[in-house]
Nanobody
Framework: QVQLVESGGGLVQAGGSLRLSCAASGRTFSSLAMGWFRQAPGKEREFVAAISRGTLITIYTDSVKGRFTISRDNARNTAYLIMNSLQPEDTAVYYC?????????????????????WGQGTQVTVSS
């Protein structure tokens, strides 16, 4: 079992930054690919970013490339999403997700149904 606990959301003005954290349970963290998703009011939940185990490959959705950075610290069992140059359209509940990654060279999953473990979500609100 993997438990994910998110933190770091809040209110920020347009152009500002936030760092989201996702603390994961114990011994399996290094075997997980980690992802971030978000869901804005009235919209479907969408993929934001992911990072692999081992080789630390990262992928991003086009709308956040150059602004967001996903990272992980295996010693702390924690994944992060650093968000810069935030815009009102980034306002959403942000969810951490995880899935066991068998092969280090495998393509990172982008689909909602590809992830097995989910955090509770943390609200990010960007004001203009």
């Amino acid at each position: 079992q993997v438990q994910l606990v998110e933190s770091g959301g809040g209110l920020v003005q347009a152009g500002g930054s936030l760092r989201l954290s996702c603390a994961a349970s114990g011994r399996t963290f290094s075997s997980l690919a980690m992802g971030w998703f978000r869901q804005a009011p009235g919209k479907e939940r969408e993929f934001v970013a992911a990072i692999s185990r081992g080789t630390l490959i990262t992928i991003y959705t086009d709308s956040v490339k150059g602004r967001f950075t996903i990272s992980r610290d295996n010693a702390r069992n924690t994944a992060y999403l650093i968000m810069n140059s935030l815009q009102p359209e980034d306002t959403a509940v942000y969810y951490c997700a995880a899935v066991i990654q068998r092969y280090t060279g495998a393509d990172l999953p982008r689909g909602l149904n590809d992830y097995d473990y989910w955090g509770q979500g943390t609200q990010v609100t960007v004001s203009s």
